[in-house]
């Protein structure tokens, strides 16, 4: 069974610093990973995917993030913050269905 | 495309009502996922559907939940009778698997709330 493990409920940064948010899974099989942020009042939103082609995967606003099999990790970076990144951001991994971690609260200050 | 359409994007409902909350997945989208949100217990997975037939439903609470998909651009989550331990936020997703990616669109969501 697959599983994801977000280290941090909450993280703050401020404004220009770096962000950093972990996530570690669990597969038996080479996993699909995903990063969803979610903003107050809205749905999840799709920010990246890792589908076993580069470990290193670019997406929307400035994020990226690297697989790392040997680690087994899957973190989400942002090398200068924005006011604007604030929200909640969610690591999943896909097994028949998605499997979401408990999410990560992230609050960036002026 | 629209994305996916839930309604109503609020409701407020009491103790005991049938509460019926609606979705359109993305057209062309084969799969379908009902999820609930609190606080409490995060998103959780309720139910998902693969070409509008029920393939997992272990994460529907109780009985007082069901969720139907008569055809594949519409589905229904029903909640008869609520209570207010039922008060959340509710998201349908689609996703295309069949097409080698995997990813879900989320929709914005119901909030329900239960008096």
Not at chain 1, 31 to 51: D, I
Not at chain 1, 96 to 102: D, I, M, N, R
Request: proline share 6%.
């Amino acid at each position: 069974a697959q599983s994801v493990t977000q280290l941090g409920s909450h993280v703050s940064v401020s404004e220009g610093a770096l962000v950093l948010l972990r996530c570690n899974y669990s597969s038996s099989v080479p996993p699909y990973l995903f990063w969803y942020v979610q903003y107050p009042n809205q749905g999840l939103q799709l920010l990246l995917k890792y589908t076993s082609a580069a470990t290193l995967v670019k997406g929307i606003n400035g994020f990226e993030a690297e697989f790392k099999k040997s680690e087994t990790s899957f973190h989400l970076t942002k090398p200068s913050a924005h006011m604007s990144d604030a929200a909640e951001y969610f690591c999943a991994v896909q097994g028949g269905q998605l499997t979401f971690g408990s999410g990560t609260q992230l609050t960036v200050l002026p | 495309d629209a994305g996916v359409i839930q309604s109503p994007r609020h409701e407020v409902t009491e103790m005991g009502q049938e509460v019926t909350l609606r979705c359109k997945p993305i057209s062309g989208h084969n799969s379908l996922f009902w999820y609930r949100q609190t606080m409490m217990r995060g998103l959780e997975l309720l139910i998902y559907f693969n070409n509008n037939v029920p393939i997992d439903d272990s994460g529907m609470p109780e009985d007082r939940f069901s969720a139907k998909m008569p055809n594949a651009s519409f589905s229904t989550l029903k909640i008869q009778p609520s209570e207010p331990r039922d008060s959340a936020v509710y998201f349908c997703a689609s996703s295309s698997p069949g097409q080698g990616t995997y990813e879900q669109y989320f929709g914005p969501g119901t909030r329900l709330t239960v008096t």
